[in-house]
């Protein structure tokens, strides 16, 4: 499990292809950036790739508060530019001055956010469900609720996600398409059962909201 830390001390961890030990100064770097709630582990399949291993050198991190990276926690809101300003510390660790960007929902806006920082670093932009500027009524309603019942116990104790917000998630990131037997896997690895992180990422979209909206939304939406 490779690690990187950046000049601001801040520890990020990262993963190469299986079957590579270690980045080809000869090739070009694409990074992969993840989705928000899954690790980088969810991108396994184009990080393995060995078709496109042969003309890139496939790079995936964990962006802040997601797997194994270790960036401190604090009850500020979600920063794009910060954590578009970190990953380009990353690449700055690792010795990369330019490469090609492949992101995933979060991951595209993050993605946006390095290319309009750092132009001349960006060789290419591929983005992925990347989230619409204006969110329709009935997505900001659906992310209103789901903040909510983010406060919530999950009622044995613990800091686990209540398990509605699992299957919301599930839903929302598949559908009924057959990876979302995957869904639990990936879960293991990512974000976890921590229900204070999934608080935090939920966060992202939206500012929190009154308890009505939970309560005219739960049983409906989630």
Same mark, same amino acid.
């Given at each position: 499990?490779? =690690?990187?830390?950046?000049s601001?001390?801040l520890?990020?961890?990262y +993963?190469?292809?299986?079957?590579?030990?270690?980045? @080809?100064?000869?090739?070009?770097?694409?990074?992969?950036?993840?989705?928000?709630?899954?690790?980088?582990?969810?991108?396994?399949?184009?990080? #393995?790739?060995?078709?496109l291993?042969k003309?890139? #050198?496939?790079? *995936?991190?964990?962006?802040?508060?997601?797997?194994?990276?270790?960036?401190?926690?604090?009850?500020?809101? =979600? @920063?794009?530019?910060?954590?578009?300003?970190?990953?380009?510390?990353?690449?700055?660790?690792?010795?990369?001055?330019?490469?090609?960007?492949?992101?995933?929902?979060?991951? +595209?806006?993050?993605?946006?956010?390095?290319?309009?920082?750092?132009? #001349?670093r960006?060789?290419s932009?591929?983005?992925?469900?990347?989230?619409?500027?204006?969110e329709?009524?009935?997505?900001?309603?659906?992310?209103? *609720?789901?903040?909510?019942?983010?406060?919530d116990?999950?009622? @044995?104790?613990?800091? !686990?996600?209540?398990q &509605?917000?699992? #299957?919301?998630?599930k839903?929302? =990131?598949?559908?009924?398409?057959k @990876?979302? &037997?995957?869904?639990?896997?990936?879960?293991?690895?990512?974000?976890?059962?921590?229900?204070t992180?999934?608080?935090l990422?939920?966060?992202i979209?939206?500012p929190?909201? !009154?308890q !009505?909206v939970k !309560?005219?939304?739960?049983?409906?939406?989630?």
């Amino acid at each position: 499990m490779p =690690y990187i830390k950046t000049s601001d001390d801040l520890t990020f961890h990262y +993963a190469l292809p299986s079957f590579q030990a270690s980045i @080809d100064p000869q090739k070009p770097t694409m990074l992969l950036l993840h989705p928000r709630i899954f690790d980088l582990h969810v991108l396994d399949p184009q990080l #393995n790739c060995e078709r496109l291993s042969k003309g890139f #050198n496939l790079l *995936a991190v964990d962006h802040h508060w997601h797997g194994l990276t270790k960036v401190p926690m604090d009850s500020d809101l =979600y @920063d794009f530019k910060r954590v578009a300003k970190d990953l380009l510390a990353v690449m700055d660790a690792l010795k990369i001055a330019q490469f090609h960007l492949f992101g995933v929902q979060v991951g +595209a806006i993050l993605g946006l956010r390095m290319a309009t920082m750092a132009p #001349n670093r960006i060789l290419s932009l591929l983005l992925c469900s990347t989230p619409p500027p204006q969110e329709s009524p009935q997505n900001v309603q659906t992310y209103r *609720a789901m903040r909510e019942v983010c406060r919530d116990s999950a009622g @044995d104790g613990t800091d !686990s996600i209540p398990q &509605e917000i699992v #299957n919301a998630g599930k839903w929302i =990131y598949f559908g009924s398409h057959k @990876d979302a &037997e995957l869904f639990p896997i990936w879960l293991k690895t990512s974000v976890g059962n921590c229900r204070t992180q999934w608080f935090l990422l939920v966060d992202i979209i939206l500012p929190i909201e !009154s308890q !009505s909206v939970k !309560s005219r939304i739960r049983g409906k939406v989630l």
